[in-house]
């Protein structure tokens, strides 16, 4: 019993020192293993929860599931498809809209540059009733210095072709008159007028009315009086006709 007793008084120290000593090791072994656990928490943890929540059979779709929510997602991926289709084929609607207004814009620019380009005759439908050069004693220089249009008074005169009214009013012989500076830098003239529609510094267009024929000044008979020139004054005269034939005018 003493024994016992003795060996029970040393062991009982020593086992109380091993278990210590063994608890001691499992808490350095927990300590690893709680690092360890830490970096594989969410595996663990997701699975852990599934689970214990129950949530196995949720998840877990049954195939008639799969196969609908994989005819919808078809169904959006073809909608999405249509729509960029749509957007891509209204791009390029709207790409063929703007080149084509923009050509006619340039078509339009370009037919408006013409018509500014383009000479008409200073009355419609008219002739030459009298020559440039002609002789006669009408003529103060004693030779036309221009050419005469047929036309009863009050006929529309039209401006031959784009420019400025540089001068209008009373020219003597010429009667009532209107001088442009044309765009090309030459000069005509329209005597005779009954009536002036235009003023100095206008801009005229060709075909636009400046007035109205007559037989105001030196004249036997109604006409309009025409004269292409270098300078605005009377004496710098060139041949009318080969002006006119020169920008397109038929005369
Ligand atoms: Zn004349």
């Known amino acids: 019993m003493a ?17 210590t000593a063994q608890a001691a090791g499992i808490a350095a072994l927990t300590t690893t293993g709680v690092i360890g656990t830490v970096s594989a928490a969410p595996a663990l943890a997701a699975e852990n929860s599934v689970e214990q929540t129950g949530l196995t059979p949720v998840i877990t779709l049954s195939d008639s599931v799969v196969e609908q929510i994989d005819a919808q997602a078809a169904t959006q991926k073809a909608a999405a498809e249509r729509k ?14 703007k080149k084509e207004h ?4 340039r078509a339009a620019r370009a037919a408006e540059r013409k018509r500014l380009n383009t000479f008409v005759a200073p009355i419609s439908d008219s002739y030459v009733s009298t020559g440039y050069k002609t002789g006669g004693s009408l003529w103060s220089s004693g030779a036309h210095t221009g050419i005469d249009f047929h036309a009863a008074s009050g006929t529309v005169v039209h401006a031959v072709g784009t420019g400025t009214v540089v001068s209008t009013g009373w020219g003597g012989a010429y009667g009532n008159e209107i001088v442009i500076k044309m765009a090309d830098g030459m000069y005509t003239q329209y005597g005779h007028l009954s009536s002036i529609g235009v003023s100095v ?4 267009t060709p075909g636009q009315q400046i007035g ?7 004249t036997t008979g109604p006409h309009l009086h025409f004269e292409a020139r270098t300078t605005p004054d009377y004496g710098s005269d060139i ?3 080969a002006y006119l034939r020169k920008h397109g005018v038929n005369v």
């Open 239 to 241: 041949d009318p006709v």
């Open 3 to 19: 024994f016992m007793c003795a060996s029970g008084k040393h062991r009982r120290p020593g086992r109380v020192k091993r278990t």
């Open 201 to 204: 510094g206008q801009k005229v």
């Open 84 to 97: 960029a289709a749509e957007e891509a084929a209204r791009k390029k609607a709207a790409e063929q809209a």
């Open 212 to 218: 109205l024929s007559g037989a105001t000044g030196n």
């Open 102 to 105: 923009e050509a006619k814009v």
